[in-house]
């Protein structure tokens, strides 16, 4: 079992940074893919960011790319992810997710555990 706690959200202003942090709990952490994503208001939870379990490759939604950066830490069982360049759209609540490596790793059903999520709130 692993059990994963998000931390690192909150209200900035648009073009400011917020960096999000996800710890782990479980020895199988290392071994997993870890994940990011969001829920807009009235949205469908969606991928932002991927990360493979070495760290070796990283994937990105559009939308993020060049503003965000996906990274971990197996050795503390922590992963994180770094948001640049904010805008309003940006607004969700971001959750950290990991599972075993798919190449559909922008699904939400190829990640077995999930966080609580915690709040990004991007002001105009």
């Known amino acids: 079992q692993v059990q994963l706690v998000e931390s690192g959200g909150g209200l900035v202003q648009a073009g400011g940074s917020l960096r999000l942090s996800c710890t782990a709990s479980g020895r199988s952490f290392s071994a997993l893919t870890m994940g990011w994503f969001r829920q807009r208001p009235g949205k469908e939870r969606e991928f932002v960011a991927a990360?493979?379990?070495?760290?070796?490759?990283?994937y990105y939604t559009d939308s993020v790319k060049g503003r965000f950066a996906i990274s971990r830490d197996n050795a503390k069982n922590t992963g994180s992810l770094q948001m640049n360049s904010l805008k309003s759209e940006d607004t969700a609540v971001y959750y950290c997710?990991?599972?075993?490596?798919?190449?559909?790793?922008?699904?939400?059903?190829?990640?077995?555990?999930w966080g609580q999520g915690t709040q990004v709130t991007v002001s105009s």
């Open positions: 997710a990991a599972g075993g490596y798919s190449e559909t790793y922008y699904a939400t059903a190829q990640y077995k555990y």
């Open positions: 990360i493979t379990w070495r760290g070796g490759s990283t």
